[in-house]
Every structure is written in structure tokens, then in C-alpha cells.
């Protein structure tokens, strides 16, 4: 997998040295806010993060530079940083409550393992972040590695909290938080709202100006994906398509990044609406694919806005050659259908050769998406590739003298899974929606989603309960379900049966 996303994280932004508090900026005339000088060190961080949406003044006229940042404070800014993402159901503590400014945020970032509560179904909404704390947001956001070095040690190593001290090793060690005077590390020192801001400041005007690396293919490869996404859900479904085809990854970078604010679809004169209503608008790529010559089939997707894809999407098409490509575009929406936002792009590249293209939602799993590029024309060295990855694990569901295929992700739970097979399984009918199977023992969930919207045709696994189900009718948008595959042949078969009857599970030859 070939990755040319840029790589920069938003919580590597935001604890980067949480001393630079003495940085200088430009001077500004007036702030707007009556606590905010002009010449302060962090006048332009707070202007700009108001302007971008990112982080509000406390009152209409106080930015609050000095107060420290909350635990709902901080949820809020990284909630907003993302793109405000829709959350599913609400904030599950005792002290938020649903109607809190910071409730969606609280939610979002608790489902995300960002931050966490403090357990007895308490979040901690007011309590100050400290540096021990922000250490191990973004530890655990990494994947709580293993530090390499941790011969090292702070004068005030002994006041760390025992589940602090891996992750403030490991943020010492890659320069993330450094010690304070005296080597001291301050573990219970909280951050202020003027450090956040200036952090968050440095972190979005560098990802203005720099652009998105090219695409440099190896040789013999011709498969490109690029995607805009705005919400991290496009970029999802380009992920699974990397991972199937071996593709380049190229993510169509705004020059001016779109803000929580210029993404509010319910205010007519949001950036986003005004684009939409436009056609002639074409808002600027930060950077290029320049060898574009190089790649045979583009996989090209979007998000839907107002039932099209956004104008950004017209620029990337209008910035190349495209003739005798194959284009294939598809499309995230939580409702939406594809419909005309693919064929209305066809003009601005009328001599590429252009599939049908597909919807998804946001969160669609890796077989899903397999499914779908297993039935496109595509030229023979890419349908290929795509047979050859979705073909890499599959399993044969037995009944009745009949069968069932399944092509699985890959992922802990299935390899956990395929590690008891073969086996027989019960199964029986569930809700007029789903086929379900209880296990003879729990599976690995390491890494699975918060929530799961299964589709027709998907297997899952319900980790609460520990049972499988296969769905045959759409169920909606649930939490606790782990993706593990989805039907590829009869489905139409196993959906008939009725009442209890046995499966036998077994690895596809």
C-alpha cells in the first residue's frame, strides 16, 4: 500500500510543545476581543481560530486566553478540528447532558477512544486537561505504543500517574511534550486556551500552504484514487479501494480548508451552500497529480453536498487530461443516492470512458466495497488485481445441501474466527431482518468500530451478545456490530430457510 496522503495529525498538532507560549506574531490592530491585546503573543492564534470556526470566545466579546482548557473545552476543539462528524446517539455519562454545547463532542470523541471518561459514567466536563492527560490522548490515539527508551526520567517522575507513564516516555521521546525548566515535567499543569489556540494556528496555516505530495507510481502500477473528503467518510471507501487494488492514494486537499462552519448545510450562505449553488465555482487544489499521464483508471470519489458532488471535484477534473481514461467514480452520503451527481460530471471530461458509479456509506466495509469493484468493466490488469484481493479470504456457509459464499475482511475478529473452523453452527431467524448464529466463545474486537450500518448481504458480528448474523434486509445504523464479510452467493438461499437448522462452516478452498 502506497499511502501519498500527507501525513499530519491534528493531535500532534495540538500538544506540540505546549511551552511555546512566547512565540511572537504579527501585530493586529484590534483583536475583537476586550481580553485579547493587540499585541499580545497569541492575538493572531485567537483571531484566527475564531474565523475558522475552531475554537469560539467565551462570551461574544472574551476569548478567555488565561482560563484553563476543560475536558469538554478540549472534546469540543478536536470535534470541531475533524469536521464536527455525525455522531450516533448521545454522550453515555451522567454528567453530560444531551442538550451541552459539548454533547455531540463528548460522544464523538469517547466512540473515537480520544478521550475517555473517567469511569462511574463520569465524563469530567469541567476539570481541567493537564499535560499527563494530553500525553496520553494522543498516545492512545497512536496506538498506545511501546516507548523505545525509558532510561530517561523527569526530576518530578515520581507525581506522573502510573497509566501516564509509558505515553509521557513515549511523547518525550518523538519531541512531542518537552520537559519545563529543571527537567521538570509538571504532569498536573493544565493547558491554557491561548497555548491551544496559537498550536492549533501553526497546525492549519502549514496545512494551507503545503501542498499534497504527488503520486509517484511503481512501475506497471496504473491505478489511481482520488478522493475529497471532508468528514474522513470518502476517505474510508479510499482506503479499502488502496487495499484492494494496490492502488496510489491522492486526496484532493482544499487550499483554503473547509471549517465546521463552512460545512453547515442548514445555513444558506455557508461556504459549502454558495459553492453548490454556483456551477462555475471552482475552489483551489492545494498541489497536483503531475505525472497523471502514468495511471489508466481513476477511481474518483466524493461526498455528496445538496445532492451533487462538491465543486472541488469540477477543479480536479478541469486541472487534467483525462482522454481514454477510465473513470469510476463513487460517493459517500448517509441517505443520498449517487443519482445524477457522477453523470453531471461527465462533460468535464467527455473523453474518458466513464463507469457507473456507486453510493456507500460512510462507515461501508472492505467486502462491500470488493463486492462492487468484483462487478465493474474495468480494463483486465485492474479487474485482476481486484479479484485477486477479494478472492484472499472466503469461507463456505453449508445447509441443506445448499451454499452460501462469504468473502471476509480482514480483520482481528475474522482471523480470530477462521482460527475455529471448520465447525457447525445453528442458526435461526432474527427480526425478519437477519440470520443468526450464537459462537461457543467470544471473538477478538481489537480495533472495531463504535458503530456498524450493515448492508444486505453483510455478516457480522454482534460482540455484546457474541452471535453472528447475516443480514437480509437492511436493519439500520446500530452499535456494537463488527464487520466481518459479506455475501457474495447465496444469499437468496439462506434468507428461505426457516425455523432452526445447521451450517457447517468451512474454510473456500
Sequence with gaps: MRNLKRVCSMFLALILALGLCTTAFAAVEDTGFSDVAADSWYADAAIYCREHGVMNGTSATTFGPDTTMSRAMLATVL????????????????????????????????????????????????????????ATILWRYEGSPVPSDTSRSFVDQASIASYAVDAVAWARENGIINGMTGNLFAPKSPATRAQVATILMNYLQDETTTPTPEPTPDEGDNILVAYF?????????????????????????????????????????????????????RPAISGRVENMEDYDVIFLGYPIWNGQAPRIISTFLESYDLADKTIVPFCTSASSGIGSSATNLHDLASDANWLSGQRFSGNASQSTVASWVDGLDLPETV???????????QIR?????????????????????????????????????EKISYLPRDLS????????????????????????????????????????GHVESGLDLLTAMNGEFEVTVSVAA
Design 383 to 393: 479487474a485482476d488485481a481486484s479479484s485477486d484481493a477479494s478472492a484472499t479470504m
Design 79 to 134: 470535534y470541531r478540528a475533524a469536521g464536527s462528524p455525525a455522531v450516533s446517539g448521545i454522550a453515555d455519562f451522567t454528567d453530560v447532558a444531551f442538550t451541552a454545547y459539548y454533547a455531540d463532542a463528548a460522544a464523538w470523541a469517547s466512540a473515537e477512544g480520544i478521550v475517555s471518561g473517567y469511569g462511574n459514567g463520569l465524563f469530567g466536563s469541567d476539570d481541567p486537561v493537564t499535560r499527563e492527560q494530553i
Design 397 to 433: 456457509l453449508a445447509f441443506d445441501g445448499k451454499e452460501a459464499v462469504v468473502t471476509l475482511e480482514d480483520n482481528a475478529t475474522t482471523r480470530d474466527f477462521l482460527s475455529m473452523l471448520p465447525m457447525t453452527l445453528t442458526f435461526e431467524d432474527y427480526a425478519g431482518s
Design 229 to 281: 473528503s471532508a468528514t474522513g467518510n470518502t476517505e474510508n471507501i479510499a482506503n479499502h479501494l488502496d487495499a484492494l487494488l494496490d492502488a496510489d492514494l491522492y486526496e484532493i486537499v482544499p487550499q483554503e480548508p473547509y471549517t465546521s462552519a463552512d460545512l453547515d448545510y442548514n445555513n444558506s450562505s455557508s461556504r459549502s451552500q454558495a459553492e453548490q449553488r454556483d456551477p462555475n465555482a
Design 445 to 484: 474486537t481489537e480495533d472495531a468500530p463504535s458503530s456498524y450500518d450493515p448492508a444486505v448481504g453483510d455478516l457480522i458480528l454482534y460482540a455484546p451478545w457474541g452471535n453472528l448474523a447475516v443480514f437480509y434486509r437492511d436493519a439500520g445504523r446500530s452499535s456494537g456490530p463488527v464487520p466481518m
